[in-house]
Every structure is written in C-alpha cells, then in structure tokens.
C-alpha cells in the first residue's frame, strides 16, 4: 500500500534552515508529482510547494524564494529545503502524492522561534 513518511522537523530559530524529507512507497514514485503542504495550529492545510514528474517546480507566494522543492527518484524520495525561516512557517508539514490524493503521512513538525 501507498505509505508516505516525512522526517527532518525540529525547533529552528528565525532565519534558520531545515531539511524536510519525504519517503514514498507502494508505487512508481518517479511517474507522480509530489507536493508540500502544511497546517499551523487552527488553520487550514495549505500548499507550499509542487514538483512534477519531469522536475518543474512551483511554490506558493509565501515561500517563493525561501523554499526549494526537489526529489530523488531512485530513492524515492521528496525534499524540501527551507531557508530564511520565519515564525510565520511554524506548521505541519506533510507530502503528498498524486498517485493516490486520499493518503496522508503523519506530518513532522517545524517549530520557528522569534
């Protein structure tokens, strides 16, 4: 079955970086695009960050210049490299799959101090 499993959260101070990772399993993980979301306390899921099957990349305005989406295809793998974090981004993060849109991981999450 589809699993995905998100790893490389933590407790960062303003203007840190952290890299978030995303193993996927279960299917041809090169064929799907894979996206970034995520959900501070209190509000909804949003999306950060998309990357396609052929690598091209789009980012939400929020983060376009800060975040950097990429993958690793014989890993099986999806990253997401946050640089000049603000408190603003303290969240859940979590990977999606187009492959199978009703699966979830369970999240890591990404602390931002002032």
């Known amino acids: 079955q589809v699993q995905l499993v998100e790893s490389g959260g933590g407790l960062v101070q303003a203007g840190g970086s952290l890299r978030l990772s995303c193993a996927a399993s279960?299917?041809?993980?090169?064929?799907?695009?894979m996206k970034w979301y995520r959900q501070a306390p209190g509000k909804q899921r949003d999306w950060v960050a998309t990357i396609t099957s052929a690598g091209s990349t789009a980012y939400g305005d929020s983060v376009k210049g800060r975040f950097t989406i990429s993958r690793d295809n014989a890993k099986n793998t999806v990253y997401l490299q946050m640089n000049s974090l603000k408190p603003e981004d303290t969240a859940v993060y979590y990977c999606?799959?187009?492959?199978?849109?009703?699966?979830w991981g369970q999240g890591t999450q990404v602390t931002v101090s002032s």
């Open positions: 279960g299917y041809i993980f090169s064929r799907f695009t």
């Open positions: 999606h799959t187009e492959y199978s849109p009703a699966i």
